[in-house]
């Protein structure tokens, strides 16, 4: 291994910054994915609940509901 020069200290400092920079791009590049996976899970789950009729199924459970209007009314009646 010849034929190398020693590289210079601001080179050096250039070189390591970029390698933090490109660093932190790439964290944030990958949770971006992750956090908007779990935002739609969170809209999703928010969206199943405030339904009035609905089924949520995954590979181990099954769920339905329908809280629908049963036309069904209560209160007082008089007769005259």
Do not use: R
């Not at 490109?22 to 996976?37: E, G, K, R």
Request: aromatic share 8%; hydrophobic share 45%; charged share 20%.
């Amino acid at each position: 291994m010849t034929g190398f020069t020693k590289m210079s200290e601001d080179k050096t400092k250039d070189i390591c910054g970029g390698f933090a920079i490109s660093a932190i791009l790439s964290t944030i590049l990958a949770i971006v994915p992750v956090a908007i996976n779990a935002i739609s899970g969170i809209v999703g789950i928010v969206k199943a609940a405030s339904a009035s009729t609905g089924e949520i199924k995954t590979k181990d459970f099954q769920a339905k509901w329908d809280n629908g209007d049963t036309n069904v009314a209560y209160g007082f009646h008089y007769i005259t």
